[in-house]
């Protein structure tokens, strides 16, 4: 019967090794991730090999604000934050940190259609401190909530206000050692005041070009973080009968050859134009896609305003009122006034992202030269995923929504 010893024996070994590897399998399969405080869920899940923590490169600087972008032709990933760039390519030990090489303890690999690349190496690259407790299969990564110090300070769009303000209170709390300063005054304000130095950073609903002389726009750095819509709003008398203007109507109105309402099917009334300054980012991107870029009325002076708060209270107050707003002030129900279509589109994000409606602009935060500290952290802040998620409550676009005929018409 030794035969049969021989065969349990190797049967045992068999079952005790296949046991182990399925607990290896499932300690691999729950590594768990956190950032920030954070548990961060991903489609493929953390795994180790030669000894080192490999998680999906998406899944961190994506969380940490930064772009990724691959070329499959090469196998090379790019990452590209407001401080940093780091490169990576598949199958290689070798990658670079703002064009310095560096050297991988494990190379980056595809697992299930991921990058997966060291926690250690993409994490200290971008500057965030990471932590692996293998006892607890349990990887930390701290970046927003490093709690440095410094101060980031800077004005400029109303549009962007809100976001801005609340971003920034949020990063605050994160590094309460931060001294901060969120101001509005509008985008040729902002980007007038980051050119001198008065700001760290300039808030533009518009391409530093369009404000600035182009020796001093190329000084600035561009920054996009999301986008903006702006839509018509009317007095409520005016929008029960006036639902949509053509562009052709828009444009007369806004050129002073329409005056009264009943000449676009709504009520006898003298249309008051409510207008914002020359210096806002809101009005440009109006003037240009709404209007196709021709001169507008600067309207009744006593009204003009780029307190978009002020501009919605006068709408709503003054018959006979026609104004444009960006829709971050229009996310609540406002019975006094109504929003008025454009060529039949309304004024959603929906139709930005599909190239339907014109009228919007990426929201731009510009620094002179590279930022760094606190500054630059901000700004990886302001792109990270916890804050697009709260932008779209607050009336602000996603970027990487916009399908690419969307995309290209910027």
Not at 118 to 147: H, Q
Not at 242 to 267: A, C, R, Y
Not at 314 to 326: D, E, F, Q, R, S
Request: aromatic share 6%; with cysteine.
């Amino acid at each position: 019967m030794k035969w049969l010893k021989r065969v349990s024996v190797f049967l045992i070994a068999a079952a005790v090794s296949q046991s182990v590897s399925l607990l290896n399998a499932k300690a691999a399969s729950t590594i768990s991730l956190t950032i920030d405080g954070k548990a961060v869920q991903s489609s493929v899940a953390p795994v180790v090999q030669n000894g080192r923590l490999l998680v999906p490169v998406r899944v961190i600087t994506e969380y940490l604000g930064a772009q990724v972008l691959w070329d499959s032709n090469a196998q090379k990933v790019t990452v590209n934050s407001a401080g940093n760039q780091i490169v990576f390519t598949i199958g290689s030990q070798n990658y670079t940190v703002n064009g310095s090489g560096k050297t991988l303890d494990s190379p980056a690999v595809i697992i299930g259609g991921s990058t997966m690349v060291p926690i250690r190496a993409i994490s200290e690259a971008m500057g965030a401190d990471v932590n692996y407790d293998s006892a607890k299969n349990l990887a930390s990564v701290n970046y927003f909530s490093k709690g440095i110090s410094g101060s980031v300070s800077m004005s400029g769009s109303s549009a962007l206000y809100p976001l801005a303000g609340m971003a920034m209170d949020q990063f605050a709390a994160f590094n309460p050692n931060v001294s901060k300063n969120v101001a509005a005054g509008g985008s040729g304000t902002g980007l007038n005041n980051v050119l001198s130095g008065t700001v760290d950073i300039g808030n533009s609903d518009v391409y530093a070009e369009e404000k600035l002389k182009a020796d001093d726009a190329a000084t600035l750095v561009d920054h996009k973080v999301c986008l903006i819509g702006v839509s018509l709003i009317v007095n409520a008398d005016v929008g029960v009968t006036v639902k949509n203007l053509t562009k052709d109507q828009l444009k007369g109105i806004f050129d002073g050859t329409i005056t009264n309402w009943k000449e676009v099917g709504g009520p006898d009334e003298v249309i008051v134009v409510v207008n914002r300054p020359s210096s806002s980012g809101t009005r440009a991107l109006f003037v240009k896609w709404a209007l196709d870029g021709q001169s507008d009325v600067e309207g009744d002076m006593s009204l003009q305003t780029d307190d978009s708060n002020a501009l919605l209270t006068t709408v709503g107050n003054t018959k006979g009122t026609i104004g444009y707003l960006a829709l971050s002030y229009l996310t609540n129900s406002n019975p006094s006034i109504a929003k008025l279509q454009i060529d039949g589109v309304d004024a959603t994000y929906d139709n930005i992202y599909n190239n339907k409606y014109q009228v919007w602009g990426y929201e731009h935060m510009y620094t002179k030269g590279n930022p760094s500290g606190a500054v630059a952290l901000f700004l990886d802040y302001m792109t990270s995923s916890d804050i697009a998620a709260k932008a779209e409550g607050l009336g602000y676009g996603t970027i990487s929504k916009l399908n690419a005929a969307a995309a290209g018409s910027r």
